[in-house]
């Protein structure tokens, strides 16, 4: 394996991300808009986005174990192409069908695609790079999917706003066809694996193992997990529900103007995903896995701000401008705990391993996250006029998670 970092294949990943991801997060910013915007009901819209995630959670695993057992080029090639294909049905259905059908089931195949494609990409990173470059080449990926996350909510918002939804729609096509086109000149070391009877019977046995050696071999990263899903349930559910609910809904906006800030607000957490991506690749040397509790106490004191703005009688921009900053310095704060950890399990984990560990670990985390978005778009409907006590409680219950829980990850140098 070449200790450079920027290699053919490595290089290859780093453009098909940009252009997939950006897709990504165009569509997945206009089509939860586009109901929000038809019916302004927060209830709905969290119903839908956590309904969408149950694929995700589901296929993640699946994902793993072909990460191990099919070469990953043709796995991100073939999902990239049935994710606009996906599109294409629903630009040619969206006036047939009822939309609120139809929308939920094209995000749940979405949401259930990206699950099953994010293993393949995460178990490439150690067959194409260094292991002293781990940390580096993680941090590259999440800086790509930052940026490309910022790029996408502001031009999607902006196209969306002018032209409606379809335009956004034929964008996303053009962008995951090129992007699966790009993959399909990939070179991705693969070794066939032996399997230990029908598909069911190996899917079982691989998850199994995945399991067992997060258990056993290293105990630390399933408690961490515990920790991970409760920040998801409480900080990272309320923030999904929340930002769009309060700047398109609560504050008040003109209807294209809030559409507008709402793109802006989204490109500010992408902004924070993108420096927080920065950070961890410039710092990679002075941070280790012990420090990332501090992070997550970060992350938690940055929403007490949003909830005391909310609170007082204030100009309309002051609590936008507060909302969007404070989301712009949790992304930074949480992309910098993201890279530690999975920079950490690459580097700890057998080759042979990496993608079914990496699919429970994002299978796991993203368990709590259907969960809050449904619980805070039931809570923030009932609360209406107190938003500000919806936000402090998040706050509240994230901070106690984060201090309670700091020592499991100054015990991992220790494991």
Known sequence: MKKTLFSKDFTLVVIGQMISLFGNAAIRFALPLYLLNLTGSSALYGTVTACAFLPAILLSPIGGILADRVNKRTIMAALDFFTAAVLLVFALFMGAVNLVFLLTVTMMILYGIAGAYQPSVQASIPALVHPDHFMAANSIINTISSFASLVGPVLGGMLYSAYGL??????????????????????????????????????????????????????????????????????????????????????????????????????????????????????????????????????????????????????????????????????VFSTMFTVQMLSFVQAETPQHLIGKVISVILTVSMCAQPLGNAFYGVLFEVCEGFEYAVVLFSGIVTLMIAIGTRKIFQRFSAE
């Open 166 to 331: 379809e335009p956004v729609l034929w964008v996303c096509m053009i962008c995951f066809a090129l992007s699966a086109v790009m993959e399909l000149f990939l070179q991705i070391p693969f070794q066939k694996q032996d399997t230990d009877g029908g598909i069911v019977k190996t899917a079982k046995a691989d998850f199994a193992k995945s399991i067992r050696w997060i258990r056993k071999e290293k105990s630390m990263i399933g408690k961490a997990l515990l920790v991970v899903c409760g920040i998801n349930l409480f900080l990272s559910a309320m923030i999904i529900v929340a930002l769009p609910y309060l700047v398109t809904e609560i504050l008040d906006f003109e209807a294209s103007q809030a559409n507008r800030l709402y793109g802006f607000a989204q490109g500010a957490l992408a902004a924070g995903g993108l420096s927080g991506g920065i950070c961890a690749g410039v710092f990679a040397n002075k941070r280790t896995v012990r420090n990332a509790g501090n992070l997550l106490i970060a992350c938690a004191v940055c929403v007490f701000p949003i909830g005391a703005v909310l609170r007082l009688d204030l100009p309309v921009m002051i609590p936008y401008g507060v909302l969007t900053v404070c989301c712009f310095w949790i992304m």
